[in-house]
T-cell receptor
């Protein structure tokens, strides 16, 4: 089974702090994704990556950046945290092999910015 | 880009009854449609998916139907049980760009009343 592990389940940070959310997958997947989940809005794509050192903006990249130095690890960075970034953050991975493939999700990091 | 709408946002059924969740999509190039179940405190888990060359797919009590002409697809759960209570998300994947990005609906909170 694919395992996507997010380093923290809950995180509390202060406004203006630089925040790092880490995600590791164990299936050698090329594709990795960061979403935020808010009530009534579903999952919205922040950034994704198709390969090491490669990144692409999703639908809501403002205020975020990402890093993919190794294939198994994809980090989401909040450069200067703000209260409107309080949310559930979900990481996912998938393989591009064999056509369209499902994304596999971690259990999320619930981030609160005070 | 793709736009996925999902209805209803909440659904309550008696144990043993059926539940139906409906989604529409806008991009006729979309060709892959997964459904995810998200239980409290966990990330979304894939429960069933369908590709555009198939009109229906079943897996025990769960079935998905796809109408490409009308651009809608539905999740059917029969003989519902309390453990089916969760938030369900539909999604669509674009086929033309070669990207592996999913576009999600806003979710349906299903409650199965014992």
């Amino acid at each position: 089974d694919v395992k996507v592990t997010q380093s923290s389940r809950y995180l509390v940070k202060r406004t203006g702090e630089k925040v790092f959310l880490e995600c590791v997958q164990d299936m050698d997947h090329e594709n990795m994704f960061w979403y935020r989940q808010d009530p009534g809005l579903g999952l919205r794509l922040i950034y994704f990556s198709y390969d090491v050192k490669m990144k692409e903006k999703g639908d809501i990249p403002e205020g975020y950046s990402v890093s993919r130095e190794k294939k198994e690890r994809f980090s989401l960075i909040l450069e200067s945290a703000s209260t409107n970034q309080t949310s559930m953050y979900l990481c996912a991975s998938s393989s591009p092999t064999g056509g369209n493939q499902p994304q596999h999700f971690g259990d999320g990091t619930r981030l609160s910015i005070l | 880009g793709e736009n996925v709408e999902q209805h209803p946002s909440t659904l309550s059924v008696q144990e043993g009854d059926s539940a139906v969740i409906k989604c529409t999509y806008s991009d006729s190039a979309s060709n892959y449609f997964p459904w995810y179940k998200q239980e409290l405190g966990k990330g979304p888990q894939l429960i069933i998916d369908i590709r555009s060359n198939v009109g229906e797919k079943k897996d025990q009590r769960i079935a998905v139907t796809l109408n490409k002409t009308a651009k809608h697809f539905s999740l059917h759960i029969t003989e519902t049980q309390p453990e089916d209570s969760a938030v369900y998300f539909c999604a669509a994947m674009e086929g033309q760009t070669g990207a592996n990005n999913l576009f999600f609906g806003t979710g349906t909170r299903l409650t199965v009343i014992p």
